[in-house]
C-alpha cells in the first residue's frame, strides 16, 4: 500500500520510517469514480505518520469502507457514504471524522485548490 518507505533499525532494535512514501495506492480500486482522488489526502495524511498516525488511519479506514470523494459544482470536495451503508457512515462520521474535521477540510480545500488533472498525482 504505502510505497517508497525505508526502515532502518535503531541501537535498541527499534525499526523507523526514515523516508516518507512515494505513493498511497487506493485501498478500494475497484471503486473507480473516484480511485485516483484518493491518493493525495491519503499521501498528505501519510506524511504525518511520525506525529500522529489517526488521520491517515480515519481516512483510510473510511475508503476502505467504500466511503467516496465527490465534488460539488464549484469544485469543493468531500467525503460520502459511497458503498458504505448509510447509517455506518453516519456513525462513523460522527465518531470519526468530526474529531478531524479541521484536518480533513484543509485536506479537502488542498484537493480543490489542486490544479485541473492534478487528481491521482503526488505533487500539489
Given at each position: 500500500?504505502i510505497?517508497?518507505?525505508?526502515?532502518?533499525s535503531?541501537?535498541?532494535?527499534?525499526?523507523?520510517?526514515?523516508?516518507?512514501?512515494?505513493r498511497?495506492?487506493?485501498?478500494?480500486?475497484?471503486?473507480?469514480?473516484?480511485?485516483?482522488?484518493?491518493?493525495?489526502?491519503?499521501?498528505?495524511?501519510?506524511?504525518?505518520?511520525?506525529?500522529?498516525?489517526?488521520?491517515?488511519?480515519?481516512?483510510?479506514?473510511?475508503?476502505?469502507?467504500?466511503?467516496?470523494?465527490?465534488?460539488d459544482?464549484?469544485?469543493?470536495?468531500?467525503?460520502?457514504?459511497?458503498?458504505?451503508?448509510?447509517?455506518?457512515?453516519?456513525?462513523?462520521?460522527?465518531?470519526?471524522?468530526?474529531?478531524?474535521?479541521?484536518e480533513?477540510?484543509?485536506?479537502?480545500?488542498?484537493l480543490?485548490?489542486?490544479?485541473?488533472?492534478?487528481?491521482?498525482?503526488?505533487?500539489?
Amino acid at each position: 500500500m504505502i510505497a517508497g518507505t525505508h526502515l532502518v533499525s535503531d541501537a535498541d532494535g527499534v525499526c523507523h520510517d526514515i523516508s516518507k512514501p512515494a505513493r498511497i495506492d487506493d485501498p478500494r480500486p475497484d471503486l473507480h469514480a473516484d480511485s485516483g482522488v484518493w491518493q493525495q489526502p491519503l499521501l498528505i495524511a501519510a506524511d504525518a505518520l511520525g506525529e500522529d498516525d489517526s488521520l491517515f488511519g480515519t481516512l483510510l479506514g473510511f475508503r476502505s469502507c467504500g466511503a467516496a470523494l465527490v465534488q460539488d459544482e464549484r469544485g469543493n470536495w468531500r467525503i460520502t457514504h459511497g458503498e458504505m451503508p448509510l447509517d455506518d457512515y453516519e456513525h462513523d462520521r460522527t465518531t470519526w471524522l468530526m474529531l478531524r474535521r479541521r484536518e480533513i477540510g484543509e485536506l479537502l480545500r488542498r484537493l480543490a485548490s489542486s490544479p485541473p488533472g492534478a487528481e491521482g498525482k503526488a505533487a500539489w
